[in-house]
T-cell receptor, first 111, second 115 residues
Framework: DAKTTQPTSMDCAEGRAANLPCNHSTISGNEYVYWYRQIHSQGPQYIIHGLKNNETNEMASLIITEDRKSSTLILPHATLRDTAVYYCIVISNTGFQKLVFGTGTRLLVSP | NAGVMQNPRHLVRRRGQEARLRCSPMKGHSHVYWYRQLPEEGLKFMVYLQKENIIDESGMPKERFSAEFPKEGPSILRIQQVVRGDSAAYFC?????????????FGSGTRLTVV
């Protein structure tokens, strides 16, 4: 599986957009970019995933660069409840895949 | 539609006792995964099960740990003769098929403390 690199921590003001970057320069053609988050003391929560097109759902947007070597998760209007550790994971979409959780980005949303 | 249910939420065991952690997957999900999160560390894959079958147990410690997912009832992660190093949060996830295509749904975890 391709390795990912994320900043250790980020801050965001409540109500502003949070843009979380992820580098995955060794991603291969059949690998997707998945984002999960873990709010303190809870289980990880699936957010969004994509292959090469930008994706949007009720939680977030995912922007993947044309060369697919990096991506950005966007929380359009961050709230205090979005404070969590965000994990960017690159894996194939077929067959069993173990999720490899790195250290992620610790996002702190402040009033 | 209830999510992935894990119980107990908190479990305290003395060294040498057995710990049994239960996981009921989401309705319609027949694939279950167990992950462990040691204090101040990331989540690590332990085992992947389908009904009555262990598919991948490459992350399970070689001794004292076992898992099952019977035809009826929840999946069970069993730790025999617990030691202090087993203290961790254990998370179960489920999916409708054996791939991440629809995302894995995680439970709230069981926090095991060994005293």
């Amino acid at each position: 599986d391709a390795k990912t690199t994320q900043p250790t921590s980020m801050d965001c003001a409540e109500g502003r957009a949070a843009n979380l970057p992820c580098n995955h320069s060794t991603i291969s053609g059949n690998e997707y970019v998945y984002w999960y988050r873990q709010i303190h003391s809870q289980g990880p929560q699936y957010i969004i995933h994509g292959l090469k097109n930008n994706e949007t759902n009720e939680m977030a947007s995912l922007i993947i660069t044309e060369d697919r070597k990096s991506s950005t998760l966007i929380l359009p209007h961050a709230t205090l409840r979005d404070t969590a550790v965000y994990y960017c994971i690159v894996i194939s979409n077929t067959g069993f895949q173990k999720l490899v959780f790195g250290t992620g980005t610790r996002l702190l949303v402040s009033p | 539609n209830a999510g992935v249910m894990q119980n107990p939420r908190h479990l305290v065991r003395r060294r040498g006792q057995e710990a049994r952690l239960r996981c009921s997957p989401m309705k319609g999900h027949s694939h279950v995964y167990w992950y462990r999160q040691l204090p101040e560390e990331g989540l690590k894959f332990m085992v992947y099960l389908q009904k009555e079958n262990i598919i991948d147990e490459s992350g399970m410690p070689k001794e004292r740990f076992s898992a099952e997912f019977p035809k009826e009832g929840p999946s069970i992660l069993r730790i025999q003769q617990v030691v202090r190093g087993d203290s961790a949060a254990y998370f179960c996830a489920s999916s409708p098929e054996g791939s991440p295509r629809y995302g894995y749904t995680f439970g709230s975890g069981t926090r095991l403390t060994v005293v």
